[in-house]
């Protein structure tokens, strides 16, 4: 009997150690899959050894696409609940895009809780991922405080200095003159540019680019008809080169000089210097834009599908907070990919203070660092995309037709009408 007992007592211990082999490999073998693009993809990737450090069984699988490539893939895959990744990563025009659908987790809800961490984050990027019933979908991790970059050798040439560039928007389409007078040069790529810009200043509390949070149509609004009145005056006074942004003539017009500035987010300064016209180094300085105007202009989120693999959920929200929450994750994304930190507690680092040699020597960091303490929140819709497609349709018939402003807009305010409650 005794006997019996024992040989049990073995069958017992040896299935339980089975078992507790079972779950070790199974633990090994757990990977999170991270959707991203670039150069998302490669601070995730350069995130992972500290993230082996606290997780040593967990690995993360990174899929990364070209910027469109991916957010064609995340709308399918929330449309279907297939091939849905642990984490997606999100620029800013998909998260309003994909808030109101409801196929993205709302982290301010158990288990997540991240409205506690919420002081924490730029105000306005955390805003952002803020739907108007209140959940947030998404993490910021990156942003685009807005800044004009320009070419100081051929303003010196057209005998131009910054004031006149950035009084004013009247002022800086007058130095634009001057400068095609002089030199030849244009004063952009493209007069959607401008537009582009001004639609992202003056934005009040609970309105977002297109649609306030109650899904109210803002495109026939003074932003909207300012910003197409100074494109069209950039076209007919032919100072935009006519290329798109993206291109090899946009590049080239970069190295060449014959486009003398650009508007966009301060994270062009960087691409510039590694790979879009590191020749023209030491010749661009950045400003803050003009009139006094602050905007904000693109920025990278994280974000969980409700769809995705419910026994990785946890795994994955501990993922965003180390890509969001921790200084280091963010400075070292910061210094190696110029990705804006969107965590506050990095803006006391050193790294703010060092000139940048791009920049001929220029602290611009500061200068970028003090832009997002002035750019409002800016509400997010679903229709943000074809809202945009809407808007750039109607100004190139503006340019390019001489249809009238008035109108174009009105036609932009209908038909965005029958859409801001799909």
Do not use: C
């Amino acid at each position: 009997m005794h006997q019996l007992e024992y040989l049990k007592s073995i069958g017992k211990w040896l299935v339980g150690l089975g078992t507790a082999v079972l779950l070790s490999q199974a633990w090994a073998q757990q990977s999170l899959t991270v959707a991203a693009f670039p150069a998302v993809d490669e601070i995730v990737r350069s995130a992972i050894p500290l993230w082996k450090k606290s997780h040593p069984g967990v690995d993360i699988k990174v899929v990364s696409r070209q910027f469109v490539d991916h957010h064609t893939a995340m709308t399918t895959a929330l449309s279907t609940s297939f091939y849905l990744p642990d984490v997606m990563a999100l620029e800013v025009g998909y998260v309003g895009r994909f808030a109101q659908g409801g196929g993205l987790e709302d982290l301010a809800k158990e288990p997540y809780n991240i409205k506690k961490f919420q002081s924490r984050f730029v105000p306005y990027a955390f805003d952002q991922a803020t739907n108007r019933t209140g959940a947030v979908v998404a993490a910021p991790t990156d942003i685009g405080p807005g800044t004009l970059l320009y070419r100081t050798d051929i303003l010196a040439k057209a005998g131009i200095s910054e004031d006149e560039l950035t009084r004013s928007w009247d002022s800086y389409v007058d130095s634009g003159i001057r400068i095609k007078a002089t030199t030849g040069s244009y004063l952009m790529a493209h007069a959607r540019d401008m537009k582009d810009i001004v639609i992202r200043t003056g934005i009040k509390a609970g309105e977002g680019l297109y649609f306030d949070n109650q899904s109210k149509v803002l495109v026939s609004s003074p932003r909207f008809v300012r910003a197409f009145e100074l494109a069209r005056k950039i076209r007919q006074n032919k100072l935009d080169a006519r290329v798109n942004a993206w291109t090899n003539e946009w590049s080239e017009g970069f190295k060449r000089g014959s486009i003398a500035t650009q508007m966009t987010g301060a994270w062009l300064a960087g691409h510039l210097n590694n790979w879009l016209a590191p020749t023209t180094k030491g010749l661009w300085h950045a400003a803050q834009l003009p009139e006094g105007s602050f905007a904000a202009y693109g920025g990278t989120f994280f974000a969980i599908a409700r769809g995705a693999p419910a026994g990785n959920k946890a795994l994955a929200w501990e993922f965003i907070q180390l890509m969001t929450l921790n200084r280091e994750v963010q400075l070292s994304a910061f210094k190696s990919q110029d990705a804006f930190p969107a965590l506050l507690e990095t803006y006391t680092d050193p790294f703010f203070e060092q000139p940048i040699v791009f920049l001929g020597q220029q602290k611009a960091r500061l200068g970028w660092r003090e832009a997002t303490r002035h750019i409002a929140a800016v509400s997010v819709h679903k229709q943000d995309a074809f809202a945009d497609e809407v808007i750039n349709t109607e100004l190139d018939k503006v340019l390019d037709r001489g249809k009238d402003i008035g109108v174009a807009l009105a036609d932009a305010q209908r038909l965005l009408e029958k859409r801001a409650h799909r």
